[in-house]
């Protein structure tokens, strides 16, 4: 039973170390699709700016979406909310 345990243990970091090194490949791949996106758009839309301004911003919001954005914009919330002063609720009996 101590085996298991050990052995479950250097799997769970195995894991671990494996999904870092996928986060991070994932992380390059993305940055490389969006520059190629960019590249692509200016080429063919014959250097418009506008396109290629409208490109970047797409390719900026996808980057932050997968370099964990969402969960940044939540913690953020959180934490705004949780530091709001407490509501108190006050009656008066006439």
Known sequence: MINEIVMADGFLDLITVKSEEVKGAIESVTFVVVILMVVITAVKTKMSI????????????????????????????????????AIVNTQTVL
């Open 50 to 85: 506008a396109a290629i301004l409208m490109s970047a911003i797409v390719g900026g919001i996808v980057l932050w979406l997968v370099n964990g954005g969402i969960n940044v914009t939540s913690e953020l919330a959180r934490d705004e909310f949780d530091s709001a002063p």
